[in-house]
Nanobody, 114 residues
Framework: QVQLVESGGGLVQVGGSLRLSCAASTKIFRIKAMGWYRQAPGKQRELVASMTGGGTTNYADSVKGRFTISRDSAKNTVSLQMNNLKPEDTAVYYC????????WGQGTQVTVSS
């Protein structure tokens, strides 16, 4: 059974940076898309950034120019570089990888303090 494990969350001040990483326990083949979602208290889970199997990226308007999604196929990881963090970025961030199945990580907390 494939497991996704996120790391890199934490507490950071406004304007700071964090890098989230997501590692799959085994190789995932025929990836259609991978992405990062977030869920703040009292809000629905939302897409932050995604990358198709072909490498096309997509970002939520609120993070464009600040966040960058990347992948390392050899290491079976997907990362999210987050710069110029704002208090509204505070949320639990979830990694997602999708082929014919949909895999989710357990989530990692990101807290941006002002």
């Amino acid at each position: 059974q494939v497991q996704l494990v996120e790391s890199g969350g934490g507490l950071v001040q406004v304007g700071g940076s964090l890098r989230l990483s997501c590692a799959a326990s085994t190789k995932i083949f025929r990836i259609k898309a991978m992405g990062w979602y977030r869920q703040a208290p009292g809000k629905q889970r939302e897409l932050v950034a995604s990358m198709t199997g072909g490498g096309t990226t997509n970002y939520a308007d609120s993070v464009k120019g600040r966040f960058t999604i990347s992948r390392d196929s050899a290491k079976n990881t997907v990362s999210l570089q987050m710069n110029n963090l704002k208090p509204e970025d505070t949320a639990v961030y979830y990694c997602n990888i999708r082929n014919v199945l949909n895999y989710w990580g357990q989530g990692t907390q990101v807290t941006v303090s002002s």
